[in-house]
């Protein structure tokens, strides 16, 4: 059996306006919503995504929070 599929979040959560991606992990919010009730075929679909993403985005600044 293989391993469950892992959240790509990293604890930096914050959404970027222009993209309505998070600056941590590049998901949506309906993917960080629905995470939980995926499957592991249509998590894997996300990750790949993310990967393309990463690919294609320019790199995000992260603000600390509270930080404006």
């Given at each position: 059996m293989t391993a469950p599929v892992?959240?790509?979040c990293i604890n930096i959560?914050?959404?970027e306006e222009a993209s309505g991606?998070?600056?941590g992990c590049l998901?949506?919010?309906?993917?960080i919503a629905?995470?939980?009730?995926l499957d592991d075929d249509d998590k894997r679909a996300v990750l790949?995504?993310?990967a393309r993403r990463r690919q294609a985005a320019p790199a995000v600044?992260?603000?600390p929070p509270g930080s404006t």
């Open positions: 892992a959240s790509p959560c914050q959404m991606w998070c600056r998901r949506t919010l309906d993917e629905f995470w939980s009730v790949a995504e993310l600044p992260v603000r």
